[in-house]
């Protein structure tokens, strides 16, 4: 499960880069989470902050299962 929340953290963060890149740098968000939600650019790198504790909570189990 955690394997799961590793991926899906990714592509949180992704997303919420490409919005807040988008908001910075043009006049509208890239991605596909403007298409349902207008959010500002801080709330955007929130969504990337929080998908980047998402991928390495998920690869943290991922090496602790190796060793």
């Known amino acids: 499960m955690r ?3 590793g991926i899906v953290g990714i592509v949180v963060a ?3 880069m490409l919005g807040f890149c988008g908001l910075t740098f043009d006049d ?3 991605g596909v ?3 349902w939600f207008d959010l ?10 929080t ?4 991928a390495v909570w998920g690869e943290g ?3 602790a299962r190796r060793a």
Not at 40 to 49: D, E, H, K, S
Not at 51 to 54: A, E, I, N, R, S
């Open 3 to 5: 394997e799961l929340m």
């Open 14 to 16: 992704v997303q919420g």
């Open 28 to 30: 509208e968000a890239w």
């Open 33 to 35: 989470l403007h298409n």
């Open 40 to 49: 500002p650019a801080g709330a955007y790198a929130g969504i990337a902050l």
């Open 51 to 54: 998908g980047l504790v998402l």
């Open 61 to 63: 189990t991922r090496r």
